[in-house]
């Protein structure tokens, strides 16, 4: 069946440097991407979401890329923080009028100070 | 309320026994899911409700696992005669669903989660 993966099951980087988490989805029909952060023993949280008929899209110190071409979603974390450290999971949606969200199985990121 | 606030945080159980986990979403969030999330897993989608429409049961890994939404607001997900397989953290999330609202609407808002060890 369609699914979403990431290629990286765990990320080391050093405080201040940029952090960049990638993900390969299957489903062609996907049309709505988003990051969520989940910190240790809380509920994933929203980061940034975008659409199929954009391949970037910023927010303060992150940035959404989606490449269609070759289904490949990516996080970029400018000056990464220790408080950056947690598990990343992206997730697509087939709208179709769903809103049913199928998810990676996450990244961990490892900040260092 | 403010977030979506889920009930116990933490279950043990012994094999054989029920368990009851609740989930209250955001007021006025029309959209209710459950989530499963193993160790070092990403998350398993379980069940869906919309509003007053048929819940989308398709992520029930068996006949053991139902969930009801009273009211169109809490809602309880039961598992029956627990399993070692079924240890995991459950997730609740809701949203506000509009249909054809492009994103934002559909986030979904997730709670801390109920985190379910059986023996």
């Known amino acids: 069946g369609e699914s979403v993966g990431l290629h990286l099951p765990t990320l080391s980087v050093q405080e201040g440097d940029n952090s960049i988490i990638n993900c390969a989805y299957s489903?062609?029909?996907?049309?709505?991407f988003i990051w969520y952060k989940q910190e240790s023993g809380k509920g994933p949280q929203f980061i940034i979401d975008?659409?199929?008929?954009?391949d970037k899209r910023q927010g303060q110190r992150v940035t959404v890329l989606l490449n269609k071409t070759v289904k490949h979603l990516s996080l970029q974390i400018a000056a990464t923080q220790p408080g950056d450290s947690a598990v990343y999971f992206c997730?697509?949606?087939?709208?179709?009028?769903?809103?049913?969200?199928?998810f990676g199985k996450g990244t961990m990121l490892l900040v260092s100070p | 309320g403010a977030g979506v606030s889920q009930s116990p945080s933490n279950k043990v159980t012994e094999k054989g026994k029920d368990v009851e986990l609740r989930c209250d979403p955001i007021s006025g969030h029309t959209a209710l899911y459950w989530y499963r999330q193993s160790l070092g897993q990403g998350l398993e989608f379980l069940i869906y409700?919309?509003?007053?429409?048929?819940?989308?049961k398709s992520g029930l890994p068996s006949d053991r696992f139902s969930a009801e939404r009273t009211g169109g607001s809490v809602s309880t997900l039961t598992i029956q005669r627990t399993q070692q397989e079924d240890s995991a953290v459950y997730l609740c999330?809701?949203?506000?669903?509009?249909?054809?609202?492009?994103?934002?609407?559909?986030?979904?808002?997730f709670g801390a989660g109920s985190r379910l060890t059986v023996l």
């Open positions: 999330a809701s949203s506000l669903n509009l249909a054809g609202v492009t994103s934002g609407a559909n986030v979904l808002t």
């Open positions: 489903n062609s029909a996907s049309d709505y």
């Open positions: 997730a697509e949606n087939n709208s179709s009028g769903y809103s049913t969200l199928t």
């Open positions: 409700f919309q509003g007053n429409s048929a819940p989308d």
């Open positions: 975008i659409r199929s008929n954009m």
